[in-house]
């Protein structure tokens, strides 16, 4: 099968090409070359809005990875325009060359931002969507616009909705960079983990390689028109991952500080139709993920 992953140069979109390669015909576009050596021949510097490079980019493609993306909430509110230019319509840009060439499956990278505060947990996908930011907004229009391509032009997708990915991979020169990147980074430089107001705030932390082995599973599988949660299926509190991330690195001093006004206070996925599905489970525990980064 040949597959095309957008953002291939990113922390999920490497995982990405590596879970995809040894299978499939897998190639890549992004605006930034990969920091990957072995991943500099499988990358085209396309931008997502550009129509001309996109249409080349996925002629003779049976199925599209759409990963890239503008991913900070805290840069969505600081620029709303950019985020709703690459989220919006580059997915837009996307949706229409996949169509126009034949692609007979779109996967498209959604997020867990999309639901806002959990009115129940764990959050299913049939959950209410009330995004609290201008991220989860532009990721929940471009979803309505993977469904409409299927309504309009026949294009089969699955919408897939990540909860809190990490990795070695992110970003730590990134001021909007996760909770996880930023712990491993204090660690490493001998400073106490922060923790904003009492720890007790709960996330569903995956690892990205898990992330990516299942959107495989997506692109694999002839399940179609379906969204799917994609997380651990377990909380795990701020304070809990400080402490676990203490016990792998040893000895680490701890800290509070102010909270972050506005911050969803708990949140975990329900991941039985992913389970259901695509026979899909996480495997990477949070210890071993955590000890990767050393």
């Known amino acids: 099968m040949k597959v095309l992953v957008t953002g291939g140069s990113g922390q999920l979109g490497s995982y990405l090409l590596e879970e995809l390669k040894g299978r499939h015909e897998a190639r890549s576009i992004d605006v930034r070359m990969p920091s990957i050596e072995g991943h500099k021949w499988l990358v085209a510097n396309v931008d997502i809005r550009d129509p001309a490079g996109v249409a080349k980019a996925c002629d003779g493609v049976d199925a599209v990875v759409h990963a890239a993306a503008q991913v900070s909430v805290e840069k969505s509110l600081e620029d709303p325009k950019l985020d709703a230019d690459i989220n919006v319509i580059g997915t837009l840009s996307m949706l229409k060359a996949s169509a126009d060439a034949g692609v007979k499956k779109f996967v498209y990278v959604s997020s867990a931002a999309v639901y806002g505060d959990p009115r129940h947990l764990p959050v299913d996908e049939g959950h209410p969507k009330a995004p609290k930011s201008f991220y989860g907004v532009s990721k929940l229009a471009a979803e309505a616009y993977v469904q409409a391509f299927a309504v309009c032009r026949g294009l089969r997708f699955i919408i897939v909705r990540p909860f809190n990915f990490y990795s070695p991979r992110a970003d730590p020169k990134s001021p909007y960079?996760?909770?996880?990147?930023?712990?491993?980074?204090?660690?490493?430089?001998?400073?106490?983990?922060?923790?904003?107001?009492?720890?007790?705030?709960?996330?569903?932390?995956?690892?990205?390689?898990?992330?990516?082995?299942?959107?495989?599973?997506?692109?694999?599988?002839?399940?179609?028109?379906?969204?799917?949660?994609?997380?651990?299926?377990?909380?795990?509190?701020?304070?809990?991952?400080?402490?676990?991330?203490?016990?792998?690195?040893?000895?680490?001093?701890?800290?509070?500080?102010?909270?972050?006004?506005?911050?969803?206070?708990?949140?975990?996925?329900?991941?039985?139709?992913?389970?259901?599905?695509?026979?899909?489970?996480?495997?990477?525990?949070?210890?071993?993920?955590?000890?990767?980064?050393?």
């Open 177 to 294: 960079s996760g909770v996880v990147t930023k712990f491993i980074e204090r660690a490493k430089a001998g400073n106490p983990l922060s923790i904003e107001g009492d720890g007790e705030q709960t996330r569903d932390f995956i690892h990205a390689k898990d992330v990516a082995r299942m959107i495989r599973m997506a692109v694999e599988s002839p399940v179609r028109d379906v969204i799917l949660n994609c997380g651990s299926g377990r909380a795990t509190s701020i304070n809990e991952l400080a402490d676990t991330l203490s016990a792998v690195r040893g000895g680490l001093k701890i800290e509070h500080v102010q909270s972050r006004v506005g911050d969803i206070r708990h949140s975990v996925a329900d991941v039985t139709l992913a389970k259901k599905v695509l026979d899909f489970q996480s495997r990477i525990s949070l210890e071993d993920g955590l000890s990767s980064f050393f």
